[in-house]
């Protein structure tokens, strides 16, 4: 078993247990990708067809207003999964963009291939179900600290979350995710700094 397979095995293994027979349907129905940095995944208005695992690496999802601003919605790094999940979950086009932030390897499930492993390893939706729980908790705890905490602690919040991100992503990105201006985001340091 390759080193992304043990990792992505890992992953699942936190919430369930698979046989050795499931453990290589799973990973037969999984497509290898490598990015560079700057690589598009996934397009706004493209079919949004895979579930993505990043093996290493990181991506940054996103959406672009009608004046063309950029808005961080998240980051993927290492162990994480990414996907437009409304578009995935729905079969419609994607509402955001992904892409890479550094040269990234993925192992992508696609939209039937999950389905798939419904069928002949029920287990896989127990995985699903508590990833999605996961996913909507953590993106609620980050709207309600978006409206209720000072820019300084939702930027330690996100250096918490995100190790590592922020000597990799320009502060541009970071202030968007954060709701701020890079403007703001440069005062925000120089606080945490003087502490």
């Known amino acids: ?17 698979l046989t050795e027979d499931e453990t290589s349907f799973f990973l037969s129905r999984l ?15 493209q079919a949004c067809d895979t579930f993505n695992y990043v093996v290493h690496g990181a991506l940054r999802a996103f959406f672009s207003t009608e004046n063309d601003k950029e808005v961080t919605i998240m980051f993927a790094i290492a162990d994480w999964w990414i996907t437009d ?9 994607a509402m955001i963009s992904i892409t890479a932030i550094e040269d990234t390897s ?6 039937e291939d999950l389905e798939l492993l419904y069928t002949r390893i029920p287990k896989f939706e127990r995985a699903m179900r508590i990833m999605m729980q996961n996913a909507y908790v953590r993106e609620q705890l980050r709207v309600l600290q978006t409206f209720s905490q000072p820019a300084e602690e939702r930027y330690l919040n996100f250096l918490q979350k ?16 954060l709701g701020i201006t890079p403007e703001f985001l440069s005062v925000v340091r120089s606080r945490l700094r003087h502490k």
């Open 31 to 45: 497509k290898a990708k490598t990015l560079d940095s700057g690589d598009v995944l996934l397009q706004a208005g």
């Open 162 to 177: 995100y190790p590592g991100i922020a000597s990799k992503v320009t502060n541009k990105h970071i202030a968007s995710y």
């Open 85 to 93: 999940m409304p578009c995935f979950v729905n079969r419609q086009p």
């Open 1 to 17: 078993m390759t080193a992304a397979a043990e990792q992505i095995i890992a992953n699942l293994s936190r919430h369930i247990s």
């Open 106 to 111: 993925i192992l992508q499930l696609r939209y």
